[in-house]
């Protein structure tokens, strides 16, 4: 099993341009999670999907999508960067009823 | 009153020491208490967790201890090995939402 796997590993964007980030599970986990980890401030929830075609808000939504395509996959979108989303961004998963998140490896993006 | 504040931002500790770090929190609705720990270039892992009908939890080398009515837990790590050495993320948990502490960056010097 390769778990949680995110592309692309590392990205350079110009400020005003778009971009997805792909995030595939497959441990047949139920949820599907985006964060943002920014130095001294741990991890930001971005959205959620608790199940096949559902998507939520987390706590740091704005300038930013999601699709969760099928069960396997959930992708984050992100239409106009700004340098303000130059960030690490971790994709995780979780089975329905167990606490524990399982994060792929991440992808870093750096916004000019 | 979302909020988990952990402490210390940083620590260094000599091989075979214990590392402590802390955390509080105030919203007692949380009901699972986890630490995480990362390794540079990797995503967060599950390292050890607690719910609050417990004040104690051990594994290995890793203890947390959970004080409930000071809402307060920390993480012990006994003597303290070079691999160890990463960053430890404290979280709480309210229906199956992590709300994350800011990281401490462990060193453990040879």
């Given at each position: 099993?390769?778990?949680?796997?995110?592309?692309?590993?590392?990205?350079?964007?110009?400020?005003?341009?778009?971009?997805?980030?792909?995030?595939?599970q497959?441990?047949n986990h139920n949820s599907m999670y985006?964060?943002?980890?920014?130095?001294?401030?741990?991890?930001?929830?971005?959205y959620y999907s608790a199940s096949e075609g559902t998507t939520d808000?987390?706590?740091?939504?704005?300038?930013?999508?999601v699709s969760r395509l099928n069960k396997r996959e959930f992708?984050?979108?992100?239409?106009?960067?700004?340098?303000?989303?130059?960030?690490?961004?971790?994709?995780?998963s979780r089975y329905g009823g167990q606490?524990?998140?399982?994060?792929?490896?991440?992808?870093?993006?750096?916004?000019? | 009153?979302?909020?988990?504040?952990?402490?210390?931002?940083?620590?260094?500790?000599?091989?075979?020491?214990?590392?402590?770090?802390?955390?509080?929190?105030?919203?007692?609705?949380?009901?699972?208490?986890?630490?995480?720990?990362?390794?540079?270039?990797?995503?967060?892992?599950?390292?050890?967790?607690?719910?609050?009908?417990?004040?104690?939890?051990?594994?290995?080398?890793?203890?947390?201890?959970?004080?409930?009515?000071?809402?307060?837990?920390?993480?012990?790590?006994?003597?303290?090995?070079?691999?160890?050495?990463?960053?430890?993320?404290?979280?709480?948990?309210?229906?199956y939402?992590?709300?994350?502490?800011?990281?401490?960056?462990?060193?453990?010097?040879?």
């Open positions: 099993n390769a778990g949680v796997t995110q592309t692309p590993k590392f990205q350079v964007l110009k400020t005003g341009q778009s971009m997805t980030l792909q995030c595939a497959d441990m985006w964060y943002r980890q920014d130095p001294g401030m741990g991890l930001r929830l971005i808000k987390g706590e740091v939504p704005n300038g930013y999508n992708s984050l979108r992100l239409e106009s960067a700004a340098p303000s989303q130059t960030s690490v961004y971790f994709c995780a606490e524990t998140q399982y994060f792929g490896p991440g992808t870093r993006l750096l916004v000019l | 009153q979302q909020q988990v504040k952990q402490s210390p931002q940083s620590l260094i500790v000599q091989k075979g020491g214990i590392s402590i770090i802390n955390c509080a929190y105030e919203n007692t609705a949380f009901d699972y208490f986890p630490w995480y720990q990362q390794f540079p270039g990797k995503g967060p892992a599950l390292l050890i967790a607690i719910r609050p009908d417990v004040s104690e939890k051990k594994e290995g080398r890793f203890t947390i201890s959970f004080n409930k009515s000071a809402k307060q837990f920390s993480l012990h790590i006994m003597d303290s090995q070079p691999g160890d050495s990463a960053t430890y993320f404290c979280a709480a948990s309210n229906n939402q992590l709300i994350w502490g800011a990281g401490t960056k462990l060193i453990i010097k040879p």
